[in-house]
Protein backbone atom coordinates (compact mmCIF):
# COMPACT_ATOMS: atom_id res chain seq x y z
CA UNK A 1 0.00 0.00 0.00
CA UNK A 2 1.37 3.09 -0.71
CA UNK A 3 2.13 5.85 2.16
CA UNK A 4 0.72 9.06 1.45
CA UNK A 5 2.54 12.13 2.76
CA UNK A 6 0.69 14.52 4.45
CA UNK A 7 1.66 18.76 3.16
CA UNK A 8 3.47 20.34 6.29
CA UNK A 9 2.81 23.85 7.55
CA UNK A 10 6.18 25.22 9.41
CA UNK A 11 5.54 28.22 11.88
CA UNK A 12 7.76 30.73 10.98
CA UNK A 13 9.13 33.80 13.13
CA UNK A 14 7.01 35.69 10.43
CA UNK A 15 3.76 33.53 11.08
CA UNK A 16 1.40 31.85 8.30
CA UNK A 17 -0.08 32.54 5.33
CA UNK A 18 -3.72 32.14 4.32
CA UNK A 19 -2.54 28.93 2.59
CA UNK A 20 -1.50 27.98 5.69
CA UNK A 21 -4.33 28.82 7.07
CA UNK A 22 -6.73 26.88 4.82
CA UNK A 23 -4.19 23.71 4.48
CA UNK A 24 -4.55 23.44 8.12
CA UNK A 25 -8.62 23.95 8.93
CA UNK A 26 -9.34 22.51 5.68
CA UNK A 27 -7.45 19.25 4.84
CA UNK A 28 -5.11 17.15 6.58
CA UNK A 29 -1.35 19.36 6.72
CA UNK A 30 0.93 18.56 9.86
CA UNK A 31 1.50 21.60 11.94
CA UNK A 32 5.81 21.92 12.98
CA UNK A 33 7.64 25.04 14.71
CA UNK A 34 10.12 26.40 12.84
CA UNK A 35 13.30 26.37 15.53
CA UNK A 36 13.77 30.11 15.42
CA UNK A 37 10.46 30.40 16.97
CA UNK A 38 11.05 28.25 19.75
CA UNK A 39 14.73 30.85 20.77
CA UNK A 40 11.75 33.75 20.43
CA UNK A 41 9.45 31.97 22.48
CA UNK A 42 12.26 31.07 25.18
CA UNK A 43 13.36 34.32 25.13
CA UNK A 44 10.21 36.11 26.04
CA UNK A 45 9.84 33.32 28.84
CA UNK A 46 12.63 34.20 30.89
CA UNK A 47 11.84 38.39 31.14
CA UNK A 48 8.53 37.17 32.37
CA UNK A 49 10.87 34.84 35.02
CA UNK A 50 12.43 37.31 35.85
CA UNK A 51 9.61 39.89 36.98
CA UNK A 52 8.33 36.97 38.73
CA UNK A 53 11.26 37.32 40.58
CA UNK A 54 11.36 40.87 40.93
CA UNK A 55 7.89 40.94 42.28
CA UNK A 56 6.74 44.21 40.64
CA UNK A 57 3.18 44.16 39.66
CA UNK A 58 2.41 43.26 35.95
CA UNK A 59 -1.33 42.67 34.78
CA UNK A 60 -1.94 39.57 34.17
CA UNK A 61 0.87 38.24 35.84
CA UNK A 62 1.03 39.18 39.19
CA UNK A 63 -2.51 40.97 39.12
CA UNK A 64 -5.49 39.67 38.38
CA UNK A 65 -8.26 39.97 35.13
CA UNK A 66 -10.24 42.55 33.74
CA UNK A 67 -12.00 44.52 36.40
CA UNK A 68 -9.76 42.89 39.02
CA UNK A 69 -6.46 44.26 37.23
CA UNK A 70 -5.71 45.83 40.41
CA UNK A 71 -6.10 42.65 42.80
CA UNK A 72 -2.35 41.61 43.96
CA UNK A 73 -2.10 37.86 43.56
CA UNK A 74 1.09 36.32 45.22
CA UNK A 75 3.30 33.75 43.69
CA UNK A 76 2.03 30.77 45.12
CA UNK A 77 -1.49 31.26 43.51
CA UNK A 78 -0.16 32.43 40.21
CA UNK A 79 -0.33 29.41 38.38
CA UNK A 80 -4.01 28.80 40.26
CA UNK A 81 -5.23 32.13 38.57
CA UNK A 82 -4.39 30.98 35.01
CA UNK A 83 -6.06 27.73 35.30
CA UNK A 84 -9.03 29.19 37.02
CA UNK A 85 -9.28 32.11 34.18
CA UNK A 86 -9.74 29.66 31.92
CA UNK A 87 -12.13 27.79 33.49
CA UNK A 88 -13.91 30.87 34.18
CA UNK A 89 -13.60 31.87 30.80
CA UNK A 90 -14.82 28.88 28.47
CA UNK A 91 -18.59 30.09 29.67
CA UNK A 92 -19.96 29.99 25.59
CA UNK A 93 -23.22 28.21 25.04
CA UNK A 94 -24.33 27.28 21.93
CA UNK A 95 -24.14 24.79 18.81
CA UNK A 96 -20.29 23.83 18.47
CA UNK A 97 -18.61 25.49 16.22
CA UNK A 98 -17.09 23.93 12.25
CA UNK A 99 -14.19 21.86 12.78
CA UNK A 100 -12.75 23.96 10.19
CA UNK A 101 -13.12 27.53 12.12
CA UNK A 102 -11.67 25.68 15.26
CA UNK A 103 -8.61 24.52 13.55
CA UNK A 104 -8.04 28.18 12.08
CA UNK A 105 -8.55 29.73 15.46
CA UNK A 106 -5.66 27.30 16.89
CA UNK A 107 -2.92 27.68 14.17
CA UNK A 108 -3.95 31.38 14.36
CA UNK A 109 -2.95 31.56 18.62
CA UNK A 110 0.12 29.26 17.99
CA UNK A 111 1.34 31.54 15.57
CA UNK A 112 0.94 34.65 17.73
CA UNK A 113 2.63 32.88 20.61
CA UNK A 114 5.47 31.49 18.24
CA UNK A 115 6.13 35.39 17.59
CA UNK A 116 7.70 35.52 21.03
CA UNK A 117 5.85 38.30 22.52
CA UNK A 118 3.76 36.91 24.19
CA UNK A 119 6.19 35.55 27.52
CA UNK A 120 5.12 31.37 27.44
CA UNK A 121 6.91 28.71 27.36
CA UNK A 122 8.03 27.14 24.22
CA UNK A 123 6.14 23.69 25.29
CA UNK A 124 2.76 25.30 25.66
CA UNK A 125 3.05 26.14 21.58
CA UNK A 126 3.76 22.90 20.92
CA UNK A 127 0.97 21.71 22.97
CA UNK A 128 -1.36 23.28 20.61
CA UNK A 129 0.57 22.24 17.47
CA UNK A 130 0.47 18.13 19.10
CA UNK A 131 -3.79 18.69 19.98
CA UNK A 132 -4.45 19.63 15.79
CA UNK A 133 -1.82 16.55 14.67
CA UNK A 134 -3.63 14.42 16.42
CA UNK A 135 -7.14 15.59 14.89
CA UNK A 136 -8.96 16.18 18.03
CA UNK A 137 -10.97 20.03 17.84
CA UNK A 138 -12.00 21.24 20.99
CA UNK A 139 -15.68 22.10 21.18
CA UNK A 140 -16.61 25.82 21.23
CA UNK A 141 -19.28 27.09 21.66
CA UNK A 142 -21.24 29.78 18.68
CA UNK A 143 -21.53 32.33 21.44
CA UNK A 144 -19.43 34.17 23.99
CA UNK A 145 -17.15 36.22 21.98
CA UNK A 146 -17.88 40.03 21.87
CA UNK A 147 -14.17 40.52 20.06
CA UNK A 148 -13.40 42.23 22.95
CA UNK A 149 -10.26 41.05 24.80
CA UNK A 150 -9.87 39.05 21.34
CA UNK A 151 -12.08 36.21 21.36
CA UNK A 152 -12.01 35.38 25.05
CA UNK A 153 -14.75 32.54 25.52
CA UNK A 154 -13.62 30.46 21.87
CA UNK A 155 -10.10 30.63 23.16
CA UNK A 156 -10.57 29.35 26.72
CA UNK A 157 -12.30 26.38 25.55
CA UNK A 158 -9.81 25.84 22.96
CA UNK A 159 -7.61 26.05 25.88
CA UNK A 160 -9.58 24.37 28.65
CA UNK A 161 -8.39 20.92 26.87
CA UNK A 162 -4.82 21.88 27.28
CA UNK A 163 -5.73 21.31 30.44
CA UNK A 164 -7.30 17.82 29.84
CA UNK A 165 -10.72 19.45 30.81
CA UNK A 166 -13.77 20.68 29.11
CA UNK A 167 -14.94 18.80 25.45
CA UNK A 168 -13.83 17.87 22.10
CA UNK A 169 -15.75 17.61 19.14
CA UNK A 170 -16.27 13.78 17.83
CA UNK A 171 -15.71 13.05 13.97
CA UNK A 172 -19.52 12.21 14.45
CA UNK A 173 -20.39 15.73 15.68
CA UNK A 174 -21.32 14.38 19.09
CA UNK A 175 -19.57 15.90 22.21
CA UNK A 176 -16.55 13.86 24.32
CA UNK A 177 -14.59 14.57 27.26
CA UNK A 178 -11.47 15.99 26.88
CA UNK A 179 -9.63 14.10 29.21
CA UNK A 180 -10.28 11.50 27.42
CA UNK A 181 -9.57 12.76 24.04
CA UNK A 182 -6.06 13.42 25.33
CA UNK A 183 -5.18 9.55 26.63
CA UNK A 184 -6.71 7.98 23.49
CA UNK A 185 -3.54 10.46 21.80
CA UNK A 186 -1.22 9.87 23.90
CA UNK A 187 -1.03 13.49 25.17
CA UNK A 188 -1.20 14.45 28.41
CA UNK A 189 -2.81 17.73 30.10
CA UNK A 190 -0.69 20.91 30.67
CA UNK A 191 0.22 22.64 33.21
CA UNK A 192 -0.20 26.46 33.31
CA UNK A 193 2.42 29.00 34.39
CA UNK A 194 2.29 32.77 35.11
CA UNK A 195 1.46 34.63 32.31
CA UNK A 196 0.42 31.71 29.83
CA UNK A 197 -3.59 31.15 30.38
CA UNK A 198 -3.61 34.77 29.66
CA UNK A 199 -1.43 34.49 26.62
CA UNK A 200 -4.02 31.33 25.40
CA UNK A 201 -6.76 33.23 25.12
CA UNK A 202 -6.09 36.90 24.46
CA UNK A 203 -6.58 37.37 20.70
CA UNK A 204 -8.81 37.78 17.22
CA UNK A 205 -7.51 34.39 16.34
CA UNK A 206 -10.96 33.42 15.75
CA UNK A 207 -12.43 35.78 14.16
CA UNK A 208 -9.40 36.45 11.69
CA UNK A 209 -9.60 32.71 10.92
CA UNK A 210 -12.96 32.96 10.25
CA UNK A 211 -12.65 36.11 8.01
CA UNK A 212 -9.69 34.01 6.36
CA UNK A 213 -11.50 31.51 5.46
CA UNK A 214 -14.42 33.85 4.17
CA UNK A 215 -12.11 35.00 1.78
CA UNK A 216 -10.94 32.57 0.23
CA UNK A 217 -14.68 31.22 -0.26
CA UNK A 218 -16.01 34.62 -1.28
CA UNK A 219 -12.96 35.18 -4.26
CA UNK A 220 -14.51 31.68 -5.76
CA UNK A 221 -18.16 32.76 -5.37
CA UNK A 222 -17.51 36.37 -6.97
CA UNK A 223 -16.16 34.51 -9.75
CA UNK A 224 -19.00 31.93 -10.02
CA UNK A 225 -21.83 34.93 -9.70
CA UNK A 226 -19.88 36.02 -13.48
CA UNK A 227 -20.44 32.63 -14.70
CA UNK A 228 -24.52 32.48 -13.25
CA UNK A 229 -24.75 36.34 -14.44
CA UNK A 230 -23.64 35.48 -18.20
CA UNK A 231 -25.54 32.44 -18.35
CA UNK A 232 -28.60 34.14 -17.14
CA UNK A 233 -27.72 37.08 -19.96
CA UNK A 234 -27.53 34.61 -22.98
CA UNK A 235 -30.70 32.70 -21.87
CA UNK A 236 -32.24 36.59 -21.68
CA UNK A 237 -30.82 37.18 -25.56
CA UNK A 238 -28.87 40.10 -23.57
CA UNK A 239 -26.28 41.98 -25.34
CA UNK A 240 -22.96 41.78 -24.80
CA UNK A 241 -21.84 45.16 -25.72
CA UNK A 242 -22.02 46.71 -21.78
CA UNK A 243 -19.36 44.32 -21.31
CA UNK A 244 -16.72 45.86 -23.91
CA UNK A 245 -13.42 46.36 -22.30
CA UNK A 246 -13.10 50.18 -23.63
CA UNK A 247 -16.49 50.93 -21.26
CA UNK A 248 -15.01 50.15 -18.19
CA UNK A 249 -11.45 51.57 -18.78
CA UNK A 250 -13.36 54.77 -18.73
CA UNK A 251 -14.64 54.32 -14.97
CA UNK A 252 -11.50 52.46 -13.50
CA UNK A 253 -12.32 50.58 -10.66
CA UNK A 254 -10.44 47.27 -10.91
CA UNK A 255 -13.14 44.75 -9.77
CA UNK A 256 -15.29 46.22 -12.31
CA UNK A 257 -13.29 46.29 -14.65
CA UNK A 258 -12.47 42.37 -14.01
CA UNK A 259 -16.20 41.28 -13.81
CA UNK A 260 -16.93 42.61 -16.93
CA UNK A 261 -13.62 40.84 -19.11
CA UNK A 262 -15.08 37.80 -17.04
CA UNK A 263 -18.62 38.21 -18.33
CA UNK A 264 -17.79 39.32 -22.01
CA UNK A 265 -15.26 36.22 -21.98
CA UNK A 266 -18.29 33.75 -21.81
CA UNK A 267 -20.61 35.32 -24.27
CA UNK A 268 -18.27 34.69 -26.85
CA UNK A 269 -18.82 31.89 -29.74
CA UNK A 270 -22.41 31.67 -28.82
CA UNK A 271 -24.65 30.81 -31.85
CA UNK A 272 -27.87 32.05 -29.35
CA UNK A 273 -25.95 35.83 -28.95
CA UNK A 274 -25.35 35.74 -33.12
CA UNK A 275 -28.82 35.18 -33.27
CA UNK A 276 -30.24 38.57 -32.11
CA UNK A 277 -26.84 40.68 -32.22
CA UNK A 278 -28.23 42.95 -35.46
CA UNK A 279 -32.11 42.65 -34.77
CA UNK A 280 -33.35 45.97 -34.80
CA UNK A 281 -36.29 45.13 -32.76
CA UNK A 282 -34.06 43.62 -29.97
CA UNK A 283 -33.78 46.14 -26.92
CA UNK A 284 -31.48 49.05 -26.65
CA UNK A 285 -30.73 48.61 -23.29
CA UNK A 286 -30.78 45.77 -21.13
CA UNK A 287 -32.46 46.04 -17.76
CA UNK A 288 -30.15 46.93 -14.68
CA UNK A 289 -30.09 43.63 -13.34
CA UNK A 290 -28.17 42.00 -16.75
CA UNK A 291 -25.93 45.22 -17.85
CA UNK A 292 -24.89 46.53 -14.33
CA UNK A 293 -23.41 42.67 -12.95
CA UNK A 294 -19.92 43.77 -13.51
CA UNK A 295 -20.67 47.28 -11.26
CA UNK A 296 -22.00 45.11 -8.34
CA UNK A 297 -19.99 42.26 -8.52
CA UNK A 298 -17.02 44.41 -9.33
CA UNK A 299 -17.36 46.42 -6.30
CA UNK A 300 -17.49 43.59 -4.72
CA UNK A 301 -14.29 42.54 -5.58
CA UNK A 302 -13.01 45.55 -4.82
CA UNK A 303 -14.48 45.49 -1.25
CA UNK A 304 -12.88 41.65 -0.71
CA UNK A 305 -9.80 42.95 -1.99
CA UNK A 306 -9.82 45.88 0.98
CA UNK A 307 -11.07 43.12 3.58
CA UNK A 308 -7.76 40.73 2.45
CA UNK A 309 -5.17 43.66 3.14
CA UNK A 310 -6.80 43.82 6.47
CA UNK A 311 -6.54 40.08 6.86
CA UNK A 312 -3.14 40.34 5.75
CA UNK A 313 -2.05 42.75 8.20
CA UNK A 314 -3.45 41.02 10.93
CA UNK A 315 -1.45 38.13 10.22
CA UNK A 316 1.63 39.80 10.27
CA UNK A 317 0.22 41.24 13.90
CA UNK A 318 1.10 40.29 17.62
CA UNK A 319 -2.53 39.94 19.64
CA UNK A 320 -2.14 40.07 23.25
CA UNK A 321 -2.16 41.88 26.46
CA UNK A 322 0.27 42.50 28.11
CA UNK A 323 3.03 41.92 25.11
CA UNK A 324 6.75 41.07 26.23
CA UNK A 325 9.35 43.71 24.67
CA UNK A 326 12.89 42.71 23.34
CA UNK A 327 14.01 45.36 25.55
CA UNK A 328 12.76 43.89 28.83
CA UNK A 329 9.14 46.25 29.48
CA UNK A 330 5.84 44.41 29.44
CA UNK A 331 3.58 46.90 28.55
CA UNK A 332 -0.56 46.76 28.12
CA UNK A 333 -2.12 47.20 24.99
CA UNK A 334 -5.47 47.27 22.88
CA UNK A 335 -4.13 45.60 20.29
CA UNK A 336 -6.44 42.17 21.00
CA UNK A 337 -9.86 44.80 19.94
CA UNK A 338 -11.47 43.29 16.95
CA UNK A 339 -12.79 46.50 15.07
CA UNK A 340 -10.66 46.17 12.10
CA UNK A 341 -11.58 42.48 11.75
CA UNK A 342 -15.37 43.21 12.90
CA UNK A 343 -15.75 46.38 10.29
CA UNK A 344 -14.06 44.25 7.67
CA UNK A 345 -16.66 41.08 7.73
CA UNK A 346 -19.86 43.18 8.13
CA UNK A 347 -18.59 45.21 4.81
CA UNK A 348 -17.81 42.28 3.40
CA UNK A 349 -21.38 40.73 4.12
CA UNK A 350 -23.00 43.67 2.60
CA UNK A 351 -21.17 43.08 -0.87
CA UNK A 352 -21.61 39.55 -0.75
CA UNK A 353 -25.28 40.18 0.02
CA UNK A 354 -25.76 42.68 -2.88
CA UNK A 355 -23.95 39.68 -5.30
CA UNK A 356 -26.71 37.34 -3.77
CA UNK A 357 -29.84 40.26 -4.82
CA UNK A 358 -28.74 41.10 -7.91
CA UNK A 359 -28.98 37.29 -9.42
CA UNK A 360 -31.80 36.78 -7.90
CA UNK A 361 -33.29 39.90 -9.93
CA UNK A 362 -32.29 38.04 -12.64
CA UNK A 363 -33.78 34.67 -11.98
CA UNK A 364 -37.13 36.48 -11.69
CA UNK A 365 -36.87 37.80 -15.03
CA UNK A 366 -35.93 34.71 -16.32
CA UNK A 367 -38.80 33.36 -14.85
CA UNK A 368 -41.49 35.79 -16.11
CA UNK A 369 -42.98 35.49 -19.65
CA UNK A 370 -43.40 39.38 -20.14
CA UNK A 371 -39.02 40.09 -19.64
CA UNK A 372 -37.83 37.04 -20.73
CA UNK A 373 -38.23 37.52 -24.31
CA UNK A 374 -39.90 34.36 -25.23
CA UNK A 375 -38.77 32.25 -22.49
CA UNK A 376 -41.41 30.04 -21.63
CA UNK A 377 -43.23 31.36 -18.09
CA UNK A 378 -41.38 30.01 -15.18
CA UNK A 379 -39.50 28.20 -17.55
CA UNK A 380 -41.98 25.26 -17.83
CA UNK A 381 -42.76 23.81 -21.36
CA UNK A 382 -46.19 23.22 -19.77
CA UNK A 383 -46.62 26.39 -17.71
CA UNK A 384 -50.10 25.90 -15.85
CA UNK A 385 -50.56 22.30 -15.35
CA UNK A 386 -46.80 22.39 -14.45
CA UNK A 387 -45.08 25.76 -12.04
CA UNK A 388 -41.38 25.16 -13.24
CA UNK A 389 -39.16 27.36 -11.46
CA UNK A 390 -41.41 29.71 -9.91
CA UNK A 391 -40.56 28.36 -6.47
CA UNK A 392 -37.33 28.14 -6.38
CA UNK A 393 -37.30 31.90 -7.29
CA UNK A 394 -39.24 32.35 -4.05
CA UNK A 395 -36.84 30.55 -1.88
CA UNK A 396 -34.22 32.62 -3.67
CA UNK A 397 -36.57 35.84 -2.29
CA UNK A 398 -36.58 34.53 1.14
CA UNK A 399 -33.10 33.79 0.69
CA UNK A 400 -32.10 37.48 -0.34
CA UNK A 401 -34.23 38.84 2.52
CA UNK A 402 -32.68 37.13 4.84
CA UNK A 403 -29.17 38.38 3.35
CA UNK A 404 -30.48 41.78 4.26
CA UNK A 405 -30.91 41.25 7.80
CA UNK A 406 -27.65 39.65 8.38
CA UNK A 407 -25.85 42.62 6.27
CA UNK A 408 -26.90 44.79 8.96
CA UNK A 409 -23.08 45.41 10.88
CA UNK A 410 -22.56 43.70 14.07
CA UNK A 411 -19.72 46.14 14.89
CA UNK A 412 -22.10 48.92 15.31
CA UNK A 413 -23.75 47.06 18.41
CA UNK A 414 -21.47 47.43 21.37
CA UNK A 415 -22.61 46.43 24.63
CA UNK A 416 -19.95 47.25 28.02
CA UNK A 417 -18.61 44.30 29.97
CA UNK A 418 -16.41 43.86 32.79
CA UNK A 419 -17.40 46.06 35.03
CA UNK A 420 -17.07 48.79 32.66
CA UNK A 421 -13.47 47.92 32.34
CA UNK A 422 -13.76 46.72 28.73
CA UNK A 423 -16.65 49.80 27.53
CA UNK A 424 -16.52 49.25 23.85
CA UNK A 425 -16.48 46.08 22.25
CA UNK A 426 -16.11 45.17 19.00
CA UNK A 427 -18.35 42.02 18.41
CA UNK A 428 -16.30 41.06 15.48
CA UNK A 429 -17.09 37.21 16.22
CA UNK A 430 -20.67 38.32 15.69
CA UNK A 431 -19.88 39.81 12.51
CA UNK A 432 -17.48 37.28 11.23
CA UNK A 433 -20.15 34.56 12.13
CA UNK A 434 -22.99 36.20 9.73
CA UNK A 435 -20.52 36.71 7.43
CA UNK A 436 -20.15 32.85 6.58
CA UNK A 437 -24.14 32.78 6.85
CA UNK A 438 -23.95 35.28 4.20
CA UNK A 439 -22.02 33.62 1.86
CA UNK A 440 -23.54 30.29 2.73
CA UNK A 441 -26.39 31.78 1.53
CA UNK A 442 -24.75 33.38 -1.71
CA UNK A 443 -23.82 29.55 -2.59
CA UNK A 444 -27.61 28.57 -2.29
CA UNK A 445 -28.69 32.44 -4.46
CA UNK A 446 -26.02 31.62 -7.60
CA UNK A 447 -26.71 27.58 -7.41
CA UNK A 448 -30.68 29.01 -8.24
CA UNK A 449 -29.25 31.21 -11.29
CA UNK A 450 -27.50 28.25 -12.13
CA UNK A 451 -30.56 26.00 -12.73
CA UNK A 452 -32.22 29.26 -14.09
CA UNK A 453 -29.91 29.87 -16.65
CA UNK A 454 -29.35 26.01 -17.86
CA UNK A 455 -32.89 25.61 -18.25
CA UNK A 456 -33.34 28.79 -20.37
CA UNK A 457 -30.12 27.58 -22.41
CA UNK A 458 -32.30 24.36 -22.83
CA UNK A 459 -35.28 26.06 -24.25
CA UNK A 460 -33.16 28.33 -26.48
CA UNK A 461 -32.55 24.64 -28.74
CA UNK A 462 -32.02 24.18 -31.07
CA UNK A 463 -29.81 27.06 -30.97
CA UNK A 464 -26.67 25.96 -28.96
CA UNK A 465 -25.16 28.15 -26.52
CA UNK A 466 -21.58 29.29 -25.93
CA UNK A 467 -18.92 27.26 -25.21
CA UNK A 468 -19.15 28.15 -21.06
CA UNK A 469 -22.76 27.84 -21.56
CA UNK A 470 -22.56 24.23 -22.80
CA UNK A 471 -20.52 23.09 -20.16
CA UNK A 472 -22.59 24.47 -17.29
CA UNK A 473 -25.62 22.71 -19.00
CA UNK A 474 -23.25 19.41 -19.44
CA UNK A 475 -23.06 19.89 -15.54
CA UNK A 476 -26.27 20.64 -14.74
CA UNK A 477 -28.42 18.19 -17.36
CA UNK A 478 -27.62 15.03 -15.04
CA UNK A 479 -29.37 16.39 -12.07
CA UNK A 480 -31.77 18.87 -13.55
CA UNK A 481 -33.02 16.75 -16.66
CA UNK A 482 -34.49 18.19 -19.93
CA UNK A 483 -37.35 20.53 -19.66
CA UNK A 484 -40.58 18.89 -19.13
CA UNK A 485 -42.85 17.73 -16.48
CA UNK A 486 -41.91 19.10 -13.32
CA UNK A 487 -39.88 17.35 -11.02
CA UNK A 488 -38.67 17.41 -6.81
CA UNK A 489 -36.61 20.70 -7.09
CA UNK A 490 -34.94 20.08 -4.30
CA UNK A 491 -32.30 17.80 -5.03
CA UNK A 492 -31.47 19.57 -7.98
CA UNK A 493 -31.26 22.99 -6.16
CA UNK A 494 -28.82 20.99 -3.17
CA UNK A 495 -26.49 19.25 -6.48
CA UNK A 496 -26.48 23.15 -7.54
CA UNK A 497 -25.16 23.90 -4.63
CA UNK A 498 -22.36 21.74 -4.50
CA UNK A 499 -21.29 22.76 -8.34
CA UNK A 500 -21.16 26.41 -7.44
CA UNK A 501 -19.15 25.40 -4.06
CA UNK A 502 -16.53 23.02 -6.18
CA UNK A 503 -14.03 23.64 -8.50
CA UNK A 504 -15.11 21.25 -11.44
CA UNK A 505 -17.61 23.73 -13.17
CA UNK A 506 -15.13 26.84 -13.18
CA UNK A 507 -12.07 24.23 -14.45
CA UNK A 508 -14.28 22.86 -17.32
CA UNK A 509 -15.12 26.36 -18.39
CA UNK A 510 -11.60 27.75 -18.18
CA UNK A 511 -10.64 24.86 -19.89
CA UNK A 512 -12.75 26.81 -22.85
CA UNK A 513 -12.69 30.13 -22.50
CA UNK A 514 -9.44 31.15 -20.52
CA UNK A 515 -8.72 31.56 -17.12
CA UNK A 516 -11.71 33.91 -14.94
CA UNK A 517 -10.37 36.74 -13.02
Not at 358 to 379: G, K, M, N, T, W
Request: contains cysteine; charged residues 15%; hydrophobic residues 50%.
Amino acid sequence: MATVTRPVVTVQPTGVSPADVAAVARGTATVVLDPSTLDAMAASRAIVDRIEQTGRPVYGVSTGFGALANTFVAPQRRAELQHALIRSHAAGVGAPMPREVVRAMMLLRIRSLALGHSGVRPELAQSLVDLLNADITPWVPEHGSLGASGDLAPLAHCALVLLGEGWVLAPDGTRQDAAAALRTAGLRPVTLAAKEGLALVNGTDGMLGMLLLAIADAGHLFTMADVTAALAIEAMLGSERPFLPELHAIRPHPGQALSAANIHRLLQGSPIMDSHRDDLAHAVQDAYSMRCAPQVAGAARDTLSFVDQVAGRELLSVVDNPVVLPDGRVESTGNFHGAPLGFAADFLAIAAAEVGAIAERRVDRLLDVARSRELPAFLSPDAGVNSGLMIAQYTAAGIVAANRRLAAPASVDSLPTSGMQEDHVSMGWAAAVKLRTVLDNLTSLLAVELIAGVRGLQLRAPLVPSPAGRAAVAAVTPFLGEPGPDVFLAPAMEAARTVIAGPELRAAIEAEVGRLG
